[in-house]
T-cell receptor
Framework: TQLLEQSPQFLSIQEGENLTVYCNSS?????LQWYRQEPGEGPVLLVT?????EVKKLKRLTFQFGDARKDSSLHITAAQPGDTGLYLC???????????FGQGTTLQVKP | DTEVTQTPKHLVMGMTNKKSLKCEQH?????MYWYKQKAKKPPELMFV???????INESVPSRFSPECPNSSLLNLHLHALQPEDSALYLC?????????????FGSGTRLTVV
């Protein structure tokens, strides 16, 4: 059973389109993090959301944490080829302190 | 210094070999982690060290042996591996008890067992 369900798992879009990636769980997390990973490299932290209902913006990326702290979303506006990569959500379970990853979303943005 | 450095970047080893993966960070992080990642899959936690002591072992086979000689270094000793152990091995670090600030990952060691 996957603790963090991420959708969609694959997304191929044209440059300039908008997209949203979802990260859902039945469990409460003390925080959720979003990472981006390029082939042959380690994940790079994009943002951490901690407070229920929190919204954070990073240029064309908007991150939201659900009110109940069980889900999060990543919205990209006007996607560019440089946004191509594997996007991973990850949650910290407060009772274990472990960082658990969702399955990831592979995004391809075509020029 | 805001990096986690992993060496080697690539490693090919036979099933009877003994090798070690190394990880180093100088950010003052006292929690360090080993993750294993298969192609197109998310990283899977293997080990957690907190203040140089092993705090979590995710039921990893004994052919993987972690070691934390000091607060900046983390090793993963490999012995008698199987071809299915081929993967990207990632090291990460964070502040202890402050995981909300995120982990810093290294670029990984691409391991191939032949």
């Amino acid at each position: 059973t996957q603790l963090l369900e991420q959708s969609p798992q694959f997304l191929s879009i044209q440059e300039g389109e908008n997209l949203t990636v979802y990260c859902n769980s039945s469990s409460v997390f003390s925080s959720l993090q979003w990472y981006r990973q390029e082939p042959g490299e380690g994940p790079v932290l994009l943002v951490t959301v901690v407070t229920g209902g929190e919204v954070k913006k990073l240029k064309r990326l908007t991150f939201q944490f659900g009110d109940a702290r069980k889900d999060s979303s990543l919205h990209i506006t006007a996607a560019q080829p440089g946004d191509t990569g594997l996007y991973l959500c990850a949650g910290v379970r407060s009772n274990t302190g472990k960082l658990i990853f969702g399955q990831g979303t592979t995004l391809q943005v075509k020029p | 210094d805001t990096e986690v450095t992993q060496t080697p970047k690539h490693l090919v080893m036979g099933m009877t070999n003994k090798k070690s993966l190394k990880c180093e960070q100088h950010m003052g992080h006292r929690a360090m982690y080993w993750y294993k990642q298969k192609a197109k899959k998310p990283p899977e936690l293997m080990f957690v060290y907190s203040y140089e002591k092993l705090s979590i072992n995710e039921s990893v086979p004994s052919r993987f042996s972690p070691e934390c000689p000091n607060s900046s270094l983390l090793n993963l000793h490999l012995h008698a591996l199987q071809p299915e152990d081929s993967a990207l091995y990632l090291c990460a670090s964070s502040q202890v008890g402050q995981v909300t600030y995120g982990y810093t990952f290294g670029s990984g060691t691409r391991l191939t067992v032949v």
